[in-house]
């Protein structure tokens, strides 16, 4: 059995949405909006889990941080909507493929004048900038409305990977964690505590990819991974039972306290993961998968 406890407000997203926004100043917590990977999954067999692509919110010292804008940002804009004070956030984007901004255009909060964002990104494969990609995809014919729509005020910030971010007492490290992909990986440090974001680990890493890695994993309390896939062309799940190993070889040779599994292929139903949990928690006692509307907290 895992050794991590849940908050008390788990919940399932497409149910009853828990708002992080009133949690204490002095706090650290994490919540899963969206964590499926490529492309939605809206099936009868995907609900324990949930079917958004991935987005990740974390609370931490009164600040509102949020971690790549799939589908479920469109939800945890939704939990939002209720709140009457501006808002303000930062959103880090771990690379500019679709599913982690296909979310940023249903972001309600956008759309409020009174409401801050701060968008951070690096330059993608074809050297766009994270403003770029998410401008792109709200033209004509994708989209009805252009990004200047959007009342809100966004201040979009180009990261160079290896650099930090700090708001206040909260660092923010970065790493290029998959060349390839040109997907950057997060390391979220208040006080003593630790949590890394890093959903674009895959079995063939280099030796330069492994250290960038290890660098924001080291000791974590908290590490957030995927579990690699094969490509979509290929994908059966004999060939993919072991994908989690990868994010399970990284955590005991970082020294990871615990450990969550997300952004699940899209054949990946509910029954498939429910083993897959049984067979983590085998090799990595303090691990467990992800479903949509968990809520966990770190340190305190």
Known sequence: MSNIELSGSQSYVTEKPTRLLNSPADSFLVQFWGVRGLIPTPASNANRYGGNTTCVEMHVAGKHLIFDGGTGLRILG?????????????????????????????????????????????????????????????????????????QSDLQFYNMIPGNEVKLDDVTITTALINQTQRSVGYRVTWQEYSVAYATDLHSSADEVEQERILQIIQGVDLLIANATYIPPTSRNHDSADLQWQTAVNLAHSAGVQRLVISHYHPDDEDDFLDKVQVDLQSAFPNGLLACEGLVLPVGK
């Open 78 to 150: 939704k939990s939002w909507q209720q709140i009457q004070q501006p808002l303000e956030a930062y959103l880090f984007f771990s690379n500019s493929q679709s599913n982690r901004i296909q979310g940023f255009p249903f972001f309600a909060p956008a759309f409020i004048a009174k409401n801050c964002f701060h968008i951070y990104g690096i330059a993608a494969s074809n050297g766009a900038s994270i403003k770029q990609c998410l401008y792109d995809q709200m033209l004509q014919p994708h989209f009805p409305y252009p990004l200047q729509v959007m």
